[in-house]
């Protein structure tokens, strides 16, 4: 059975920072991907990363204060979050992708994991 567990949500004041964890049981993927969903708004891509980690893509939203990263012997793909703003306020939700490269595509993944909240207060 194919599980993606997040961990690592949590209330931070604006400027703080945060650390997600998303561990894969079942099923190693080739791409990782994180998105957020606020209330009333549609999902959104966060950032992506592929096998070997040679190709990274994140929303411009995000760029410069989020980095992806992966730990293969752990299964595990990470979101390190400074600078937070209360806009990033959202669910957080990986992925996993069986197909290579990155993709910004939520249709490109193919199990999700329930999600965590991130709360950013001003």
């Known amino acids: 059975q194919v599980q993606l567990v997040e961990s690592g949500g949590g209330l931070v004041q604006a400027g703080g920072s945060l650390r997600l964890s998303c561990a894969a049981s079942?099923?190693?993927?080739?791409?990782r991907g994180w998105f957020r969903q606020a209330p009333g708004k549609e999902r959104e891509f966060v950032a992506a990363?592929?096998?070997?980690?040679?190709?990274?893509d994140y929303a411009d939203s995000v760029k410069g204060r989020f980095t992806i990263s992966r730990d293969y012997a752990k299964n595990t793909v990470y979101l390190q979050m400074s600078s937070l703003k209360p806009e990033d306020t959202a669910v957080y939700y990986c992925?996993?992708?069986?197909?290579?490269?990155?993709?910004?595509?939520?249709?490109?993944?193919?199990?999700w994991g329930q999600g965590t909240q991130v709360t950013v207060s001003s």
């Open positions: 079942g099923r190693t993927f080739n791409t």
């Open positions: 990363i592929s096998w070997g980690g040679a190709s990274t």
């Open positions: 992925a996993g992708g069986r197909g290579y490269g990155t993709s910004r595509t939520p249709s490109r993944y193919d199990d």
